[in-house]
T-cell receptor, first 119, second 108 residues
Framework: GAVVSQHPSWVICKSGTSVKIECRSL??????MFWYRQFPKQSLMLMAT?????????EQGVEKDKFLINHASLTLSTLTVTSAHPEDSSFYIC???????????????FGSGTQLSVL | RKEVEQDPGPFNVPEGATVAFNCTYS??????FFWYRQDCRKEPKLLMS???SGNEDGRFTAQLNRASQYISLLIRDSKLSDSATYLC?????????FGKGNQVVVIP
């Protein structure tokens, strides 16, 4: 079945550094990628939607200059947390529909998530 | 108001018992609904889609009530392995919004 590979699984970094998270669709073309963030005991909060070849759409309250999203190819989307601070420590996860158009069924595949800890 | 709301619990359930919980949604334009299971620090895994007619998959039954804007999940004959967080999700406006999740702990 369709698989989304997300790396790294864990990141520990110093405050002020930038961290890049990659999500790759392994056997399908992901024209859209959803990026979520989840704090402990909280829901998955949609941060942004990336679309191949165009600018990402950010949710209200998400700083686009801090969370840089690049979706340069049909199989790769990246999220870069720039100048990370302790409050950015969270679980970040990507997901992609395996087909074009409106998601009307369960054809949404998740990466395995990245736990970011900023010291 | 959040798009999707759930009572996080935890729901402590004796092994073999039945547990049920609801999830309310605010976006009446939401087209599709799902229940996901999430284990700690893991990606959500689709449990089942939810239909107005109700659907059942083994010990799990899901129901959608559009008039009252809620979806429900019922787990029968709870197993220890059912301990997890159950997230409801609604799809609308080209995005999938999740609830906070219902944490279920099945007790021997």
């Amino acid at each position: 079945g369709a698989v989304v590979s997300q790396h790294p699984s864990w990141v520990i970094c110093k405050s002020g550094t930038s961290v890049k998270i990659e999500c790759r669709s392994l056997d399908f073309q992901a024209t859209t990628m959803f990026w979520y963030r989840q704090f402990p005991k909280q829901s998955l909060m949609l941060m942004a939607t990336s679309n191949e070849g165009s600018k990402a759409t950010y949710e209200q309250g998400v700083e686009k200059d801090k969370f840089l999203i690049n979706h340069a190819s049909l199989t790769l989307s990246t999220l870069t947390v720039t100048s990370a601070h302790p409050e950015d420590s969270s679980f970040y996860i990507c997901s992609a529909p395996s087909h074009r158009g409106v998601l009307t069924n369960e054809k949404l595949f998740f990466g395995s998530g990245t736990q970011l800890s900023v010291l | 108001r959040k798009e999707v709301e759930q009572d996080p619990g935890p729901f402590n359930v004796p092994e073999g018992a039945t547990v049920a919980f609801n999830c309310t949604y605010s976006n009446s334009a939401s087209q599709s609904f799902f229940w996901y299971r999430q284990d700690c620090r893991k990606e959500p895994k689709l449990l089942m889609s939810v239909y107005s007619s109700g659907n059942e998959d083994g010990r799990f039954t899901a129901q959608l009530n559009r008039a009252s804007q809620y979806i429900s999940l019922l787990i029968r004959d709870s197993k220890l392995s059912d301990s997890a967080t159950y997230l409801c999700a609604g799809y609308g406006n080209n995005r999938l919004a999740f609830g906070k999740g219902n944490q279920v702990v099945v007790i021997p």
